[in-house]
């Protein structure tokens, strides 16, 4: 059986010898983007590390609709479709504490984040960020949170994992709250303020005491990293890129922790060399999300380009009539997006498209939207496409097409536009 602990173990001692060995995290539950992540890790024989957070899947469903155990299956069917092995998917659970019901005071909130790690855990999960960095509504609203509640907090919840996971499958924790805000900045910034490699050191001596004060000595060795902010993070329309200079004090710090690597949150549209230089630094966990399904939006719009071009009529069938059929999605559910673009309406058009941050990810399983790429996908496959048309469009795809690499129907272009990100990664 392929055990986690052995794997990170591993992963960690490699990464801590300067190899910069290191695991993409997939942060997302876009049936596409699993299958590509899927397909790209059985090219390079690495597991599958795909992580869901606590607003997306939950005891009570979360925003997908999903519990732990549903996620599992849902993405053991994604498995099953693609021959992928499922004991090489490695299920993480981020951001799991009471960020959910910080409105509720401590004793509801913490009892529904035991639930929720229970829940988790149960289901496989077997990478556990605990995050009880959020102030719950007990809480002195006029004080900070002490760093020692947010440690005797998660070391509570590190006990109901302990208590709850399968026989043979121990998980492993991540620890730390340093984030970047999940999904990107929602506005301007001009700098990013960089963890103190004091603030790093403090919480880990923290953390360590607070599970000890419950006897989880034994979990405690199997606490593979802490969140840092290293520098990265993305919005809208900017992205701050990762420098090794303003890090190399973290990095310094972070390499006397033999077991302990860094995991960077936002690492989204970091080029290959940023991540490269996150890797020697001594981040080995590097999670990404948004930029997987913008890539794949970037394609599903490319494909409906072709579409039209190569439809001077309309189809049996009609147009997909993608573009708008996920823009009324969006008009029609402002929900997700409302809150994280500004402008007047030309504006907020455009950021709904093509905004960085992608809030359109909310909405691809929409049912409406669903049937309008299925009948995209159709009606690219049923008419052949010009060679210049699909290199305008697809540019990096065709190199692979006329290399008898890749044959071009719309899923696997589709999928080859999502595992360009994910190489680099790997690179």
Same mark, same amino acid.
């Given at each position: #059986?392929?055990?986690? +602990?052995?794997?990170?173990?591993?992963?960690?001692?490699?990464?801590?010898?300067?190899?910069?060995?290191?695991?993409?995290?997939?942060?997302?539950?876009?049936?596409?983007?699993?299958?590509?992540? #899927?397909?790209?890790?059985? =090219?390079?024989?690495?597991?599958?590390?795909?992580?869901?957070?606590?607003?997306?899947?939950?005891?009570?469903?979360?925003?997908?609709?999903?519990?732990?155990?549903?996620?599992?299956?849902?993405?053991?069917?994604?498995?099953?479709?693609?021959?992928?092995?499922?004991?090489?998917?490695?299920?993480?659970?981020?951001?799991?504490?009471?960020?959910?019901?910080?409105?509720?005071?401590?004793?509801?909130?913490?009892?529904?984040?035991?639930?929720?790690?229970?829940?988790?855990?149960?289901?496989?999960?077997?990478?556990?960020?605990?995050?009880?960095?959020? =102030?719950?509504?007990?809480?002195?609203?006029?004080?900070?949170?002490?760093?020692?509640?947010?440690?005797?907090?998660?070391?509570?919840?590190?006990?109901?994992?302990?208590?709850?996971?399968?026989?043979?499958?121990?998980?492993?924790?991540?620890?730390?709250?340093?984030?970047?805000?999940?999904?990107?900045?929602?506005?301007?910034?001009?700098?990013?303020?960089?963890?103190? %490699?004091?603030?790093?050191?403090?919480?880990?001596?923290?953390?360590?005491?607070?599970?000890?004060?419950?006897?989880?000595?034994?979990?405690?060795?199997?606490?593979?990293?802490?969140?840092?902010?290293?520098?990265?993070?993305?919005?809208?329309?900017?992205?701050?890129?990762?420098?090794?200079?303003?890090?190399?004090?973290?990095?310094?710090?972070?390499?006397?922790? %033999?077991?302990?690597?860094?995991?960077?949150?936002?690492?989204?549209?970091? %080029?290959?060399?940023?991540?490269?230089?996150?890797?020697?630094?001594?981040?080995?966990?590097?999670?990404?999300?948004?930029?997987?399904?913008?890539?794949? =939006?970037?394609?599903?719009?490319?494909?409906?380009?072709?579409?039209?071009?190569?439809? %001077?009529?309309?189809?049996?069938?009609?147009?997909?009539?993608?573009?708008?059929?996920?823009?009324?999605?969006?008009?029609?559910?402002?929900?997700?997006?409302?809150?994280?673009?500004?402008?007047?309406?030309?504006?907020?058009?455009?950021?709904?498209?093509?905004?960085?941050?992608?809030?359109?990810?909310?909405? #691809?399983?929409?049912?409406?939207?669903?049937?309008?790429?299925?009948?995209?996908?159709?009606?690219?496959?049923?008419?052949?496409?010009?060679?210049?048309?699909?290199?305008?469009?697809?540019?990096?795809?065709?190199?692979?097409?006329?290399?008898?690499?890749?044959?071009?129907?719309?899923?696997?272009? +589709?999928?080859?536009?999502?595992?360009?990100?994910?190489?680099?990664?790997?690179?």
């Amino acid at each position: #059986m392929f055990s986690t +602990v052995d794997f990170f173990s591993d992963l960690i001692r490699q990464n801590k010898s300067g190899s910069g060995a290191s695991v993409c995290s997939v942060c997302s539950a876009n049936a596409l983007v699993i299958a590509a992540a #899927m397909q790209h890790c059985r =090219r390079t024989g690495k597991p599958l590390l795909l992580e869901a957070t606590a607003n997306q899947v939950n005891q009570f469903g979360g925003y997908t609709g999903m519990t732990p155990a549903d996620f599992v299956s849902y993405v053991h069917g994604i498995a099953a479709r693609q021959d992928f092995d499922p004991e090489r998917i490695l299920f993480g659970g981020d951001h799991l504490g009471p960020l959910v019901w910080s409105d509720e005071p401590e004793a509801e909130a913490m009892q529904k984040a035991e639930a929720l790690v229970a829940a988790f855990a149960a289901a496989g999960f077997q990478k556990i960020h605990l995050d009880c960095s959020m =102030r719950l509504a007990s809480d002195d609203p006029a004080a900070p949170l002490s760093p020692a509640a947010v440690a005797a907090r998660a070391a509570r919840l590190a006990a109901v994992a302990e208590a709850s996971h399968p026989a043979g499958r121990l998980p492993v924790y991540v620890v730390g709250s340093e984030v970047p805000i999940p999904g990107g900045a929602t506005t301007h910034e001009d700098a990013l303020a960089v963890t103190r %490699p004091e603030a790093m050191q403090e919480e880990l001596t923290l953390f360590r005491a607070a599970f000890s004060a419950r006897q989880l000595d034994a979990a405690w060795q199997r606490v593979i990293a802490i969140v840092v902010q290293p520098g990265v993070e993305f919005g809208d329309d900017q992205v701050f890129l990762y420098q090794h200079e303003q890090a190399k004090a973290l990095s310094a710090c972070a390499a006397a922790y %033999p077991s302990i690597a860094m995991e960077g949150h936002s690492t989204d549209y970091q %080029p290959e060399a940023c991540l490269s230089a996150m890797k020697r630094d001594g981040l080995a966990i590097l999670k990404v999300g948004p930029a997987l399904t913008f890539a794949m =939006r970037s394609a599903l719009f490319a494909l409906e380009a072709i579409e039209r071009a190569v439809y %001077p009529e309309t189809p049996a069938g009609g147009y997909s009539d993608f573009q708008a059929v996920l823009e009324a999605a969006m008009l029609a559910e402002p929900k997700n997006w409302i809150r994280h673009y500004h402008g007047d309406e030309a504006s907020l058009m455009l950021q709904r498209k093509y905004s960085l941050s992608d809030r359109c990810r909310y909405y #691809m399983d929409t049912p409406s939207v669903q049937t309008a790429q299925a009948r995209l996908f159709r009606n690219f496959d049923a008419a052949p496409v010009p060679s210049g048309l699909l290199a305008q469009f697809f540019p990096r795809q065709f190199d692979e097409v006329i290399a008898k690499r890749l044959t071009p129907d719309a899923e696997r272009l +589709v999928f080859r536009q999502i595992q360009y990100v994910l190489e680099t990664y790997d690179a």
